[in-house]
């Protein structure tokens, strides 16, 4: 019986731990910017770009969806973790 206690703290610490990355990439995701920078020339084509406020948009958006994947990932984790906590207590 006490392994099985045990093996539920390793889940509540898990989850808790999963909850928090999940947290701090979804704060980095929505801080995430990519300044604009010159079009780049690559294989004669110019490279074009959307700015706002100084910051390359599509840039910026793949930076964020890339963080809030993370996040998204993290939750996902937290979430089994509590799943399996509910179904053995």
């Known amino acids: 019986m006490q392994a099985l206690e045990s093996v539920k703290m390793a889940l509540r610490i898990g989850c808790a731990v999963s909850a928090l990355v999940a947290a701090c990439f979804w704060i980095a995701s929505a801080k ?10 690559t294989g004669g084509w110019v490279d074009a770009s959307i700015t706002a406020n100084g910051q390359d948009f ?19 984790v937290a979430a089994v973790l509590q799943a399996v906590l509910l179904i053995l207590q």
């Open 32 to 41: 995430a910017r990519v300044s604009a920078d010159a079009p780049e020339v």
């Open 58 to 76: 599509v840039r910026t958006v793949i930076r964020q969806s890339r963080w809030s994947a993370r996040a998204a990932v993290s939750a996902t």
